[in-house]
């Protein structure tokens, strides 16, 4: 009888401790059924000075991310503080982000909203529905806690990005007023785009009769060419003048209006590249809703006839513009 003794203080001693660990857990899970909701949700939001549709162009572009992305970027997988980030989706108003792990992925939304023409507000929703698996609910929610507190973090790294206009467009397009209102210019026609030597005998044409009026060009020669049809190409140069001079033949004055609005930007490299631009400016004036009342220009202000390398010249863009709201 003596010698079961210690065998049951053992027995009863281990018998409420396994009870104590059960009871322990069990009041744990409940604990994790009244703290943590069937269906978490995380809002962040700020507001940042530039313009919605641009904005959204922008972010709605995977290869756009790495930007401004605070974490490490590989093409499309995007990793930041162990979760991988990716644009899945795109609709009028949002966009959609999947975000994922090693355990868990949600699908997260982006929504653009218009504050004013150079001001939107970007709100990011996650909702997570957690399992009634204690184990993977209580994953659930250390996967928002840790989104709770990177989400701000990569709204802010967006707002530093993409406030600049330069950062937004990837053309640092300027808003500048015309200060060269009179200029002298004229025109031609040729079958496929017309070659660096025949602009340059347009603009050594009006060289000649600028200087023939004792005149003086105040700036760069500037060129517009069109087609409809991409075989004939009208070509047009211009230079601004210091005095109104008079037209002749195809030589013709021309006036802008002076302290007009007009977009500038300055590009480095070859006529293609500057085409390009030409494209960017014209997202630009669909984004802000603006009119344009003439036709867009080049300033040659590398001589390209000098200069043989096509990658050093450098061309500044002018797009009047009627008004800006």
């Known amino acids: 009888m ?12 281990m018998r409420k401790r396994i009870l104590a660990f059960v009871l322990t857990v069990a009041v744990l899970t409940s604990l994790l059924y009244v703290f943590i909701p069937g ?28 930007k401004w992305w605070p974490g490490t970027a590989d093409g499309k997988d995007l990793l930041f503080s162990n979760n991988f980030y990716s644009v899945t989706d795109i609709t009028f108003s949002s966009i959609f982000i999947t975000i994922k792990n090693n355990q868990l992925d949600t699908k997260s939304s982006l929504t653009f909203i218009p504050v004013s023409t150079d001001s939107t507000k970007l709100d990011w929703e996650i909702q997570i ?46 808003r500048e007023i015309v ?13 496929g785009y017309p070659s660096t030597e025949k ?30 049809d991409n075989r004939i190409f009208f070509t047009r140069v211009a230079f ?6 008079p037209s002749t033949g195809n ?21 293609t590249k ?13 984004d802000y809703e603006l009119s344009s009342p003439a036709i867009p220009f080049y300033s040659l202000v590398t001589n390209r006839l000098a200069e043989k390398d096509s990658t050093k010249w450098i061309t500044r863009i002018y797009y009047p513009v009627m008004y800006f709201k």
């Open 129 to 174: 529905a957690t399992s009634l698996n204690p184990i993977k609910r209580l994953q659930a929610y250390l996967f928002t806690r840790s989104l709770q507190k990177d989400i701000p973090g990569l709204l802010t790294n967006i707002k530093q990005h993409y406030s600049s206009t330069a950062n937004l467009y990837d053309l640092d397009i300027r």
């Open 274 to 286: 500057a085409d390009s631009a030409i494209g960017i400016i014209e997202n630009y004036i669909s």
């Open 251 to 271: 030589i013709v004055f021309r006036k802008m209006l002076y302290g007009g609005n007009i977009l500038t930007a300055v590009i480095k490299g070859s006529p």
């Open 240 to 245: 601004p003048t210091n005095k109104t001079l």
């Open 199 to 228: 602009i340059y005998s347009l603009i050594d044409k009006l060289r000649d009769y600028i200087g023939s009026q004792q005149a003086v060009a105040t700036d760069s020669p500037m060129l517009n060419t069109f087609s409809r």
């Open 2 to 13: 003596e010698i079961c003794w210690p065998f049951k203080i053992f027995y009863y001693t």
């Open 39 to 66: 269906n978490i949700v995380v809002n962040k939001s700020l507001v940042i000075g530039n313009n919605l549709k641009g904005l959204k162009r922008a972010l709605s572009a995977n290869e756009n991310w790495h």
């Open 179 to 191: 200060d060269d209102s009179t200029m002298i210019s004229t025109f031609d026609s040729t079958r």
